[in-house]
């Protein structure tokens, strides 16, 4: 009996978008920029896009892995709904081959080797609000390989003025890029290094289309998004690699695009390297703010590179640890001493609807969960 056999026997297989048919049964999937060429009863790269038959199944709909309630910032995203909750979910998989991956646990398995749960698109926002969340997170793996459960979630979080964000690797293409990010109110890319050599050896992937990506969201959509860098020692902490990165930015995106550099732990294939020290991070944080970034932060490790401050006249407008608001000095988004705008998403939807009586049969229903 194959794979794919057994993975129908227990789980529900949802027809996939960006695909098209080939000669010999394979399957064309044009989500990503890999364009997998995929065999009848075998899996895309990913893991979790299939060909039963001649056509392109996700197993990643309807299934996460992973539910969690976090503070925004975690995801990090520090200029959108700051202080609040997010309902995050993941699924299996990933398009990239990361050696430093931090959820390994599910980025690296199939959907059979994980404790997934099954979730409708529509009960999701439901959970969010019993939880007391203001948004929904696709994050922990690539959310980009489960992309039709993210359009579907996103209709319904609309029904409940719930926010929707994107918590992604960027590595996809055009076509599926209009199609996600036209759902999606915000989104935290990881611009994982800025050499060729980086992604092909550390991501098995490409740096270009991760740029095009970021290029996308700042011309072809509304959605508010930030740019985290994780520096690893050795790999990708070098002076005039994170300069390159920030003028990059600076060129392309704008100076109020923000960009959190982050500290590294050992985990997957890279425990041999060190925790990255703080003082990578501080010397990192003032070469972008000297090349002319506004918004410069630190994370994963405690600094006072957490804050938001004006970047008109300095004033210190929100005060963090780690992941928590201390204090929020905003005036509908602006600086209360300059009356600058501050660029962001600082205000929940108006009218955000309560649960309902099918909200309280749902609470019943994932009564069990454990977030």
Same mark, same amino acid.
């Given at each position: 009996?194959?794979?794919?056999?057994?993975?129908?026997?227990?789980?529900?297989?949802?027809e996939?978008?960006?695909?098209?048919?080939?000669?010999?049964?394979?399957?064309?999937?044009?989500l990503?920029?890999r364009?997998?060429r995929i065999?009848?009863?075998?899996?895309?790269?990913c893991? %979790?896009r299939?060909?039963?038959?001649?056509?392109?199944?996700?197993?990643?709909?309807?299934?996460?892995?992973?539910?969690?309630?976090?503070p925004?910032?975690?995801?990090?995203?520090?200029?959108?709904?700051?202080?609040?909750?997010?309902?995050?979910?993941?699924?299996?998989?990933?398009?990239?081959?990361?050696?430093?991956?931090?959820?390994?646990?599910?980025?690296?398995?199939?959907?059979d080797?994980?404790?997934?749960?099954?979730?409708?698109?529509?009960?999701?926002?439901?959970?969010?609000?019993?939880?007391?969340?203001?948004?929904?997170?696709?994050?922990?793996?690539?959310?980009?390989?489960?992309?039709?459960y993210?359009?579907?979630?996103?209709?319904?979080?609309?029904?409940?003025?719930?926010?929707?964000?994107?918590?992604?690797?960027g590595?996809?293409t055009?076509? *599926?890029?209009?199609?996600?990010? *036209?759902?999606?109110?915000a989104?935290n890319i990881?611009?994982?290094?800025?050499?060729?050599?980086?992604?092909?050896?550390i991501?098995?992937?490409?740096?270009?289309?991760?740029?095009?990506?970021?290029?996308?969201?700042?011309?072809e959509?509304?959605?508010?998004?930030?740019?985290?860098?994780?520096?690893?020692?050795?790999?990708?902490?070098?002076?005039?690699?994170?300069?390159?990165?920030?003028?990059? %930015?600076l060129?392309r995106?704008g100076?109020?695009?923000?960009?959190?550099?982050?500290?590294?732990?050992?985990?997957?294939?890279?425990?041999?390297?060190a925790?990255?020290?703080?003082?990578?991070?501080?010397?990192?944080?003032?070469?972008?703010?000297?090349?002319?970034?506004?918004?410069?932060?630190e994370?994963?490790?405690?600094?006072?590179g957490?804050?938001?401050?004006? *970047?008109?006249?300095?004033?210190?407008?929100i005060?963090?640890?780690?992941?928590?608001? %201390?204090?929020?000095?905003?005036?509908?988004?602006?600086?209360?001493?300059?009356?600058?705008?501050?660029?962001?998403v600082?205000?929940?939807?108006?009218?955000?609807?309560?649960?309902?009586?099918?909200?309280?049969?749902?609470?019943?229903?994932?009564?069990?969960?454990?977030?």
């Amino acid at each position: 009996m194959s794979e794919l056999t057994i993975l129908q026997k227990t789980m529900r297989l949802h027809e996939a978008r960006w695909w098209e048919p080939e000669n010999g049964g394979r399957a064309h999937c044009y989500l990503c920029p890999r364009h997998c060429r995929i065999h009848p009863g075998q899996a895309g790269f990913c893991f %979790i896009r299939v060909n039963q038959g001649g056509k392109l199944y996700s197993l990643g709909y309807g299934a996460p892995a992973a539910l969690q309630v976090d503070p925004i910032e975690k995801k990090p995203l520090n200029h959108f709904l700051p202080g609040t909750r997010v309902f995050s979910m993941g699924t299996a998989g990933c398009n990239m081959g990361c050696f430093f991956c931090q959820n390994w646990d599910i980025s690296k398995s199939r959907q059979d080797q994980v404790r997934s749960q099954a979730v409708t698109a529509e009960d999701v926002p439901l959970l969010a609000l019993q939880h007391g969340c203001d948004s929904i997170a696709f994050t922990y793996n690539e959310p980009t390989i489960w992309g039709e459960y993210v359009i579907d979630i996103c209709a319904a979080a609309r029904e409940y003025g719930l926010k929707t964000v994107m918590v992604s690797n960027g590595y996809i293409t055009h076509e *599926a890029f209009r199609d996600i990010y *036209a759902q999606v109110d915000a989104a935290n890319i990881d611009l994982k290094a800025f050499t060729e050599g980086f992604y092909g050896k550390i991501t098995l992937t490409h740096l270009e289309p991760v740029l095009e990506t970021l290029e996308w969201l700042k011309n072809e959509t509304k959605v508010w998004f930030e740019i985290t860098n994780l520096m690893i020692p050795t790999l990708n902490d070098d002076a005039g690699e994170t300069r390159r990165l920030a003028e990059w %930015i600076l060129g392309r995106l704008g100076p109020d695009v923000p960009l959190h550099f982050t500290a590294f732990h050992p985990d997957f294939k890279l425990r041999d390297k060190a925790r990255t020290p703080p003082e990578t991070l501080h010397r990192a944080r003032a070469m972008a703010r000297e090349v002319g970034l506004n918004y410069v932060y630190e994370g994963n490790i405690y600094s006072d590179g957490a804050h938001t401050a004006c *970047a008109g006249c300095g004033e210190l407008l929100i005060r963090r640890s780690w992941h928590e608001v %201390i204090e929020n000095r905003l005036v509908d988004g602006a600086c209360p001493k300059c009356l600058l705008a501050i660029p962001g998403v600082w205000s929940k939807s108006a009218g955000q609807q309560r649960l309902s009586k099918m909200g309280r049969s749902t609470e019943e229903k994932y009564g069990h969960l454990n977030l």
